[in-house]
């Protein structure tokens, strides 16, 4: 398994900016992607998944309205982007394969992060 | 929302016991995994479903989970086990993922 995300990003404030990750090493549709970040200095943030299976999505509260996570099933890629950046967003980003039983999710494999850097 | 709550920092000698706590409100009746990160790098599993290893994580990393607390305990503590620990549950409602507040272990 292994999953391999986009490079490291610049953005204005109030900009977007979209991070990829693309799986290999299993069937894609199987597995929830989990997307998590981390601020400078921080614990570990938990933004949303998506079933790769029929693209239905679930975003943390918090992020609802700025998020939107999408996937391509031909290329096993999964998107993740976040609009109306602002200073605080300046984190890494991960996207995490989900293994889920009847009751629990764990992330069994991550990518290796993707530095998002918010400045003007 | 639930709340999981881990001890800041915990420090060893090699060749200890190191045990890192994640307390939660009946956490003994949800499943804990855990997870090491060390700096500049992305967390990996070393726990799941309280006590199971993955394949790959030395039988030194162990777990255990009951009434309110979970533990993760590394036995024989290696200077290469010098990271930082989170627990992480499943929130019962919509199974998203809740993180703990984060153990970093100091190898003396």
């Known amino acids: 398994v292994q999953l391999v995300q986009s490079g490291a990003e610049v953005k204005k404030p109030g900009a977007s900016v979209k991070v990829s990750c693309e799986a290999s090493g299993y069937t894609f549709i199987t597995y929830y992607m989990y997307w998590v970040r981390q601020a400078p200095g921080q614990g570990l943030e938990w933004m949303g998944m998506?079933?790769?299976?029929?693209?239905?999505?679930n975003y943390a509260r918090r992020f609802q309205g700025r998020v939107t996570m999408t996937r391509d099933t031909s290329t096993r890629t999964v998107n993740m982007e976040l609009s109306s950046l602002r200073s605080e967003d300046t984190a890494v980003y991960y996207c995490?394969?989900?293994?889920?039983?009847?009751?629990?999710?764990?992330?069994?494999?991550w990518g290796q992060g993707t530095p998002v850097t918010v400045s003007s | 929302s639930y709340v999981l709550t881990q001890p800041p920092s915990v420090s060893v000698a090699p060749g200890q016991t190191a045990t890192i706590t994640c307390g939660g409100n009946n956490i003994g009746s949800k499943s804990v995994h855990w997870y090491q990160q060390k700096p500049g790098q992305a967390p990996v599993l070393v726990v799941y479903d309280d006590s199971d290893r993955p394949s790959g994580i030395p039988q030194r990393f162990s777990g255990s989970n009951s009434g309110n607390t979970a533990t993760l305990t590394i036995n024989k503590v290696e200077a290469g086990d010098e990271a930082d620990y989170y627990c992480q549950v499943s929130d019962t409602t919509n199974y998203h993922p809740v993180f703990g507040t984060a153990t970093k272990v100091t190898v003396l």
């Open positions: 998506i079933n790769p299976s029929g693209g239905s999505t």
């Open positions: 995490a394969r989900g293994d889920c039983s009847s009751t629990s999710c764990r992330l069994d494999h």
